[in-house]
């Protein structure tokens, strides 16, 4: 009985990690799908689709609001063919990533965060 009992925790256990695994990707932003809810990521030389989880966590935009997926959007179109650098934190849900977090880099523009 307490060889089952131990069992059904254990496994219960892994379970539990499998669920909580999390990949954080360091890439750029090169094209934000609004209407699909579905980011664009070039990942070293390869280029991958990542859906967007409805509550995921986009940073903060002007004024300290939290950020819309349009307001990311307009930020990618802005920056051409580099895209925005990021770091995004995906989860797999239903056996694909998701992203809950998205972390874009920005700009320093001239002579700002410069020590001088």
Do not use: H, W, Y
Not at 93 to 111: L, S
Request: hydrophobic content about 35%; charged content about 40%.
């Amino acid at each position: 009985m307490l060889r089952k009992l131990l069992g059904v925790f254990a496994i219960a256990g892994l379970m539990c990690v499998g669920v909580v695994m999390a990949e954080e990707i360091k890439g750029r932003i090169m094209k934000v799908d609004v209407d699909k809810k579905v980011l664009t990521v070039k990942d070293g030389d390869k280029e991958r689709e990542i859906m967007v989880d409805d509550k995921a966590d986009l940073g903060t935009g002007k004024g300290g609001n939290p950020r819309t997926l349009e307001q990311l959007a307009k930020q990618v179109e802005k920056s051409g063919d580099k895209g925005v650098s990021a770091t995004i934190t995906t989860e797999k849900k239903k056996g694909k990533d998701v992203a809950t977090k998205v972390e874009p880099k920005g700009g320093k523009g001239k002579g700002k965060g410069t020590d001088k």
